[in-house]
């Protein structure tokens, strides 16, 4: 079984300021780990994803996760927050082996940008 | 190129009614998942086609819905006898292949009232 979870529901920001989301998994296998965008009114966009290769992985945006595996945790970074990071993010997992080729979704972290 | 569309993007419809829900997928995808987006439930996995196989359907929450999807194309998502939690929005995504490390393209959804 796999599972996501988001730690805060909200999150707020200066422009500028550091973004930080956290997301951890839970997996029995090697996981597949992505990260979406949603703004409002509209699908999901890729925003990264970690398939084993490197650790850090760089998205759009401007936008970073890295994988430790030692904390089970796949935190979404940015440097330098803009007004149109705005939007809903969630953090995916998928199976890396077996049949199951679904994304497990967390709850989702809203980000507000302050100017 | 063109991405995922999805129609109608909102439908209103009477408890009890049946309502169809469609899906293109990117030209050449062999992947197409349909997944539930609900204040309640977040977003969760329904529906998994791939290729001619037999579809995952682990995720379809009553016999009341159900996917076809042909040519191996276009996809139809039905609920038969709408009731008022089947409100939400519902959202296609396709990916290139079989593997799970693929990036799943999502569609902007359809959002389905049920009064």
């Known amino acids: 079984a796999q599972s996501v979870t988001q730690l805060g529901s909200h999150v707020s920001v200066s422009e500028g300021a550091l973004v930080l989301l956290r997301c951890n998994y839970s997996?029995?296998?090697?996981?597949?780990l992505f990260w979406y965008v949603q703004y409002p009114n509209q699908g999901l966009q890729l925003l990264l994803k970690?398939?084993?290769?490197?650790?850090l992985v760089k998205g759009i945006n401007g936008f970073e996760a890295e994988f430790k595996k030692s904390e089970t945790s796949f935190h979404l970074t940015k440097p330098s927050a803009h007004m149109s990071d705005a939007a809903e993010y969630f953090c995916?997992?998928?199976?890396?082996?077996?049949?199951?080729?679904?994304?497990?979704f967390g709850s989702g972290t809203q980000l507000t940008v302050l100017p | 190129g063109a991405g995922v569309s999805q129609s109608p993007s909102n439908k209103v419809t009477e408890k009890g009614k049946d309502v169809e829900l469609r899906c293109d997928p990117i030209?050449?995808?062999?992947?197409l998942y349909w997944y539930r987006q609900s204040l309640g439930q977040g977003l969760e996995f329904l529906i998994y086609f791939q290729g001619n196989s037999a579809p995952d359907k682990s995720g379809l929450p009553s016999d009341r819905f159900s996917a076809e999807r042909t040519g191996g194309s276009v996809s139809t998502l039905t609920i038969q006898r709408t009731q008022q939690e089947d409100s939400a929005v519902y959202l296609c995504a396709s990916s290139q292949g079989l593997a799970s490390a693929d990036t799943q393209y999502f569609g902007p959804g359809t959002r389905l009232t049920v009064l």
């Open positions: 030209s050449g995808h062999t992947a």
């Open positions: 997996s029995s296998v090697p996981p597949y």
């Open positions: 995916a997992v998928s199976r890396s082996s077996g049949s199951a080729r679904q994304l497990t």
């Open positions: 970690y398939t084993s290769a490197a650790t």
